[in-house]
């Protein structure tokens, strides 16, 4: 289920790594939970970096994917090149050439 950018920032700060970075108790966990029920973003668990930091880094992305090309040149690896797979193919050749011998004689 897709959760709302304010639950989301809820669920981060209740499982930040640094205990100084969570809840300090329940109620600062209810008040944001209130503000979300409410519509609100919310209070204690906001981020805290500035929107306006986002749009940037947002913008550098979009600049940094256009500014690298797709190399479309290299394809995927064939099978075959792996050494493991053409032994595995001459042994079978071998095996099929034998038996074929065995056969005629």
Not at 13 to 22: F, G
Not at 24 to 53: H, K, Q
Not at 75 to 92: E, G, N, R
């Amino acid at each position: 289920p897709k959760l709302s950018a304010g639950i989301s920032q809820v669920i981060e700060k209740m499982m930040a790594k640094e205990p100084k970075e969570r809840y300090r108790n329940c109620s600062d966990l209810l008040t944001d939970l209130r503000a979300i029920r409410r519509g609100e973003p919310p209070v204690i668990a906001a981020p805290e970096v500035p929107a306006m930091d986002l749009a940037t880094i947002a913008q550098a992305e979009q600049q940094a994917q256009t500014a690298i090309p797709e190399d479309k040149t290299r394809s995927a690896p064939s099978p075959f090149a792996h050494p493991l797979v053409q032994i595995l193919i001459a042994l079978f050749i071998v095996s099929v050439v034998l038996n074929l011998l065995q056969l005629a004689f």
